[in-house]
């Protein structure tokens, strides 16, 4: 059987991303604390001593900075993009699983742990060997040590103390059978009346849920997708069409393609077209059907139902509003609920935290019951002996968590004060109890003005974390 090799054919490349960090740049010269860039797939904000966080939503990415990790008093730009396209193993023998994360401005330090939370592809992470990888200024990548990585779920955490680009690789197990999850896109359109051609798109799919997360109202260009699971073994998917209406004939020699799944790539927002298939019929047709048959070296089969007409429109379906809107009020439009203040703990509600809990303490009272309730695995709590605070890095990977759960700060903080019940340790249920019920007190008593570009905070109540009225003694 002779197959056809398919090169890659970009459909779209990213903005320049030089020309993206220039005008932030300039953005945050004057931009206020907590207000949001954002482009594309690029996203930054001004943060200060109170920290924050950055999300990019369509790529489920999760920038954390803990209170505390900028110096009292300074305005500290923050962004992170996911604009690569990486395609094949970074290290041989080896299969990138995540997207490729770069945080800047590079070499921007910090006086604690920022975390750096992104999806992997691993449909069974417990047979892979998770490899967390940074890339150096000459541009080569490089092991992280182990103790600044956490694998939990479908997520991959990175404790930073500085900023430059990130991912992460994997290999299977002695003896276990890995496998990664990816999506294969179909899509057809009519060309000069009677030709007919048929695109397929392959790529990593790191979402963390079974549907792909997109701007409501917008659709994708992939008349069809779905997910596809694949052995770190398989080497090869071969794709054919079959089905075709009578009266359809296919050109070319070959009639299966090959894709290598060395070249898939690991940003889900690109359009790639990996291979594609035209057919001629001899009279105007009214409509289309095929089926695209994908097979992998395994012999795992999948097969998507592809149906069109002539004057299929890609965005039929769109709000006509959605075309008149900012960046900011796309981003908005998928984060109804963000504000600059969510997620943001005080520095002495942390402070307070991480003296009581760095302290050992019987009936797993301290740090290491935390990590437990946490369900961190004995290895992960073995890593944070050596830390000066692994209740302050353990805080940082509960609050992160907490985002990509979406839950809001007063959520959180209920359930960090539910744990702390289950570990019997009031003293630290206390304190959250009375930093709660203060906060509140304090923003009952206030009407807030706060705004976030032009757009006004909604009257939720949100719990003040501004640094008033917290609990202090932590005697």
Known sequence: MTYSYCLLQFSNRPPDDDHIIAEFNKFALKGEIGERYLIGNFVGSVFDSKGGYLTLPSQEVVLYVPPGAIEEGKRQPVYCHCNEYKYGAIHA???VLSPIVHCGPDGAEFERDVVLAFPHCAVNPNNWNFTALTRDKEGSWNKLPEDTTFV????????LDHFTGYTAEGDAKEGKNAQRRITI???GCFHRDTWCQIKVGVWCDT????????????STSWK???????????KILITEIEDVDKGLQQLGSSKKKMIRLADVGTDKDTEVTNCQFTFRHADKPKDFFCTVSVTSDGQENIKLDLFFFPTDTQLSDADPKLAEMTNAEL?????????PRDSRVSEDLWRCLCQLLDVP?????????FAEKLGLEASQINTLELKESPTSRLLSFYFTMEKI???RLDTSLQRLMEIFVEMENHAAKTYVINYTEKASVHDSQSVSDDTVGNNRIDDETIPNTQGQNEPTDCA
Do not use: H, L, M
Not at 207 to 218: D, L, V
Not at 224 to 234: G, H, I, L, Y
Not at 331 to 339: L, P
């Open 93 to 95: 023998g080896k299969v």
């Open 152 to 159: 939990k779920d479908e997520f991959v955490f990175v404790f």
């Open 185 to 187: 896109g179909a899509t």
């Open 207 to 218: 979402g963390s849920r079974s549907e792909s997360r997109q701007i409501p109202g917008i």
């Open 224 to 234: 069809q997708r779905t997910a596809f699971c694949v052995s770190e073994k398989d």
């Open 331 to 339: 981003y908005r439009k998928v984060n109804a609920d963000w504000d």
């Open 361 to 369: 303490r019987d009936g797993k009272k301290d740090w290491r019951g």
């Open 405 to 407: 759960r979406g839950n």
